[in-house]
């Protein structure tokens, strides 16, 4: 079962995002990670990650590490798109090929 998993953290500096992106990448399981600067969070994705673990662990370098959410992460239904019928075009070209004929003359 994928999780998403949304932590909010203090970025007061570059080094910190860095720290906080190698631990959330090092972490058993996790698949995707990015941070959303603008927002101070960190977003993880993987399989059976355990969430208390992947926190406590960045509370130890970062301080302050708060779970904002965690939820599955459902794939999209294939059933759901019609399948669009393709139409080939009938394609006529505009050149037509006349037979050349040249008068050629030789003089010697």
Known sequence: ?????????????EKRRTDA???AAGTKGVSDVSIEAGKDQVVVIGDGVDSVCLTQSL????????????????KPD???????????????????????????????
């Open 1 to 13: 079962m994928k999780q998403k998993i949304v932590m909010k953290v203090q970025f007061s500096s």
């Open 21 to 23: 992106f190698k631990i």
């Open 59 to 74: 509370r130890k370098k970062l301080r302050y590490v708060e779970i904002v959410s965690v939820e599955e992460v459902k």
């Open 78 to 108: 294939e059933k759901k798109k019609p399948e669009v019928e393709s139409i080939p075009i009938q394609w006529t070209s505009s050149y037509v090929h006349y037979p050349m004929h040249y008068d050629v003359v030789y003089r010697w």
